[in-house]
């Protein structure tokens, strides 16, 4: 019994340390809540039908990942110079959705994940509704992470608030701006336990802990006149 439990552990070792090998965003930078930066210039307001935020999910080794999308409520950007130098969007968290494709196993089902990942065990929607976005700094990028969107040409930070705590982060993004509009996309890894999501991260219980900190962020938030 103790040989089979000792091999199991081995196991999950191994599977733990190639779990960054399944990841294809590199961690965000993470910080203590920064002032946000200052509306100035033209203020575009966020395209929500055309805006959406993607995150993906898995277990310890990169084992069964979940994917899916939230939408996003409101938010404008600001325009000066040429540039995007603030702005915020909001994220509606009870809109969560988790992609069946994501869903493989015959007695797990999408809605049911998408129920406990809005009950206390993770993101509380019904004492959390939103999350929210806040830039704090753009700046130019010179060199693009290999994992970085397709593009980056920027590195943005801003305070995330999930769950009712707010954490800065930054990440290589692609800063487009036209006439008429603007827009971020970016895909980043966060620590949820840095937010205080902590289920599933007990070591002291191994049938616990098989669900990654990790949560990979896609966002692509769009604003126009």
Known sequence: MKKLSVIALVAVGLLAASCNKEKSAENAATSTEQKV?????????????????????FHKGGMAPRWGTLMVKSGDLSIENGGVTAGNFVIDMNSIKVDPASVTEKDKKPADLEAHLKNPDFFDTAKNPTADFKITSVADLKEAPKDAVAGANKTVSG???LSGKTMNVTFPAKV??????????????????????????SEADPAEWMISKDIEIAVDVKAKK
């Open 37 to 57: 930066a200052e509306s100035k210039g033209e203020v575009l307001a966020v395209d929500t039908a055309g805006s959406v935020v993607n995150w993906k999910a």
């Open 159 to 161: 305070n995330l608030t």
């Open 176 to 201: 487009d701006v036209t006439e008429n509009s603007a827009a971020i996309q970016a895909k980043f890894t966060v620590n949820r336990a840095d937010w205080g999501i902590k289920f599933g991260t």
